[in-house]
């Protein structure tokens, strides 16, 4: 299942643009460079690492919780390079430890990972945000990788599911971990984003064009603070499964980079 998830409701959304429209694309970062650095957007009220943020052009908005979610993709590992740097959470990275990297579950989420080419899984829990390759899901620790067999290959096909995501609290004069109690972020109003422009003239052509095929279309600004973006978006249901059956038909149908967001 591809991934994008809700936010308010919550729901993963990447910025990426239609030739010509004025966001730039998503960034290729070696697995031997570090990272960019992590701009949050104005306007959000929420923790640091939950604010949406801009890799090279591109924003990315965490989920607000991580209840019932699943994806398949393609996991990679990273190492010495990272190894004592600050994760996005404040933590040190410890490529030793059993942590990894998303680009929109929330902090401390336990993801179980089951490595679908061997069988074999673990439990790692998110400390940081990436990976920013292009088809890539999570970014395991080099322990991580051992574990999962493939250290020597680089990358693997996996399945992560959210095992829930703590909360430390105080008992008995000692800190303990619970999981969190979240809502159903796979229902919600979805909308598939099909492009996003500088003009506006283009994107309400867009919208006409689309609404001519019987597509509920709305446009939504947005002010990156430097620069304001009408975004066309197309209607795509109430529930999460929905929308991603949306998503891939308009892939197919001249629109490769659409993906799901969440009003």
Known sequence: MKHLFLFGGGLLIILTALSGCGEL????????????????????????????????????????????FRETGLASWYGGYFHGRKTSNGETYNMHGTTAAHKTLPMNTFLLVENLENGREMTVRVNDRGPFHKGRIIDISRTGAEKLGFIDKGTTRVRITA???????????????????????????????IGSFV??????????????????VVIQKFDRGDQLFFRVQVKAGTTLDEAELVEKTLNRSGFPEAYVVAH
């Open 199 to 216: 003009d506006e003239k283009n994107a309400r052509r867009l919208r006409d064009k689309m609404s001519t095929r019987g597509r509920i």
């Open 25 to 68: 694309k998503a960034p290729r970062v070696s697995s031997t460079e570090p990272y960019p650095p992590i701009t949050a957007t104005k306007k959000q009220m929420a923790p640091p690492t939950q604010k949406p943020y801009r890799i090279k052009g591109k924003t990315y908005y965490p989920i607000p919780s991580s209840e019932g």
């Open 163 to 193: 095992l829930g995501e703590a909360a430390a609290y105080g008992e008995a004069g000692k800190t303990v971990k619970k999981f969190k109690d979240h809502p159903d972020f796979r229902r919600g109003e979805f909308y598939v984003q």
